[in-house]
Structure formats: structure tokens, C-alpha cells
């Protein structure tokens, strides 16, 4: 069965005065571009089955701007996604249930980066994509790698980049 990962890092977050970093709430930019990158997933098609999100509040708050453009699906707010490294986040992702066909997890910086650039497989993915990925994993932005198989399976390159799309490239607002 073939499986699609939809990671999307959360949307621009304010830094106010005296708030942990956990407790960090989204920006206006933040506010602005997560319903742009939630309608972009629907006009595409990119309705998940599954639903993953960091438990801090700007990771929050981004699924709650994105939502209302997919389908109704109950997220899951997981502590173990914040501040999570490529490993821990691809041994989260290998315990997805195999009925799913598309899980979009939304997390963090550098989490995000590393696990999309450590599951691409340079020969199968879009090449523009993957030199855009490298390069920057702006706030907001998507890569949507797929794989023939199943969850429990992935290895680092593994998967096929097919897209990496960011909300300056949608007409958003500039990026971080």
C-alpha cells in the first residue's frame, strides 16, 4: 500500500517576554500563513487520515488554522514531536497505524528538516525540491514525501520527495 508523510513545520511564533518556549503562540505572519498552507493541501488533494502535532501551543495553533480546509480529522497533540530529533521522529512515524494511507505531522525546526532530508532518496525525489528542502525549512513550509510500503518499514531514504512548497511560493508572507 503506498503511504504518503505530510510534514508541515508550524507557522511563525511570537517571542513574548517571559514565555517558555513550549507556551510560544503564533505571530501575525504565523496567523496569515497557516490557513494559506491549509488550503493549498486541500486544493491539491492532501487530505490526511492522521493527524500528528507537537503539544506546544504554536503547533496548536497552526492545526487549528490548517483544519478548516481538510476533512474533519482528530488530531493527536503528542509531547513526544517537540524538540524530537530525526530519529525519534522517524521512529514516531514507523508507529503509524497501516490502515493510513497520509499522516501529516506538524512540528518543529531542525526535527522537521532533518527527518524529510534523512527519508528523501536523492535519485527518486523532485531535484528542485530537494535543493529547496536542504537549503531552508522556512516556517509554515511543507514537503510531502511518498513510499510504496508500509509505516513500519521506512529507512532513511526511503521515501520520494515530491514536493516542498512554502508560503512565499504561494504569495504569502515572507518567511523565516
Not at 99 to 121: F, I, K, R, S, W
Request: proline share 8%; glycine share 8%.
Amino acid at each position: 500500500m503506498p503511504v504518503r508523510l505530510i510534514l508541515m513545520r508550524h507557522a511563525k511564533s511570537a517571542w513574548p517576554a517571559g514565555v517558555a518556549d513550549f507556551d510560544r503562540p503564533l505571530a501575525a505572519r504565523g496567523r496569515e500563513a497557516a490557513p494559506l498552507m491549509g488550503g493549498w493541501l486541500a486544493r491539491k488533494g492532501l487530505k490526511p487520515d492522521l493527524v500528528w502535532v507537537s503539544a506546544a501551543k504554536r503547533t496548536r495553533e497552526t492545526w487549528a488554522l490548517v483544519a478548516p480546509a481538510l476533512s474533519p480529522v482528530e488530531p493527536a497533540f503528542l509531547q513526544a514531536i517537540y524538540a524530537a530529533s530525526e530519529d525519534g521522529l522517524m521512529d514516531l512515524v514507523r508507529q503509524a497505524d497501516e490502515a493510513c494511507g497520509t499522516l501529516l505531522l506538524v512540528g518543529h525546526n531542525p526535527g522537521m528538516q532533518e527527518l524529510a532530508g534523512g527519508l528523501a532518496d536523492p535519485r527518486r525525489s523532485d531535484p528542485d525540491a530537494l535543493c529547496r528542502l536542504s537549503e531552508k525549512y522556512p516556517t509554515a513550509g511543507i514537503a510531502i514525501l511518498e513510499a510504496d510500503g508500509r509505516w513500519s518499514d521506512l529507512a532513511p531514504c526511503s521515501m520520494r520527495l515530491s514536493t516542498f512548497i512554502t508560503p512565499r511560493a504561494l504569495g504569502g508572507v515572507d518567511e523565516d
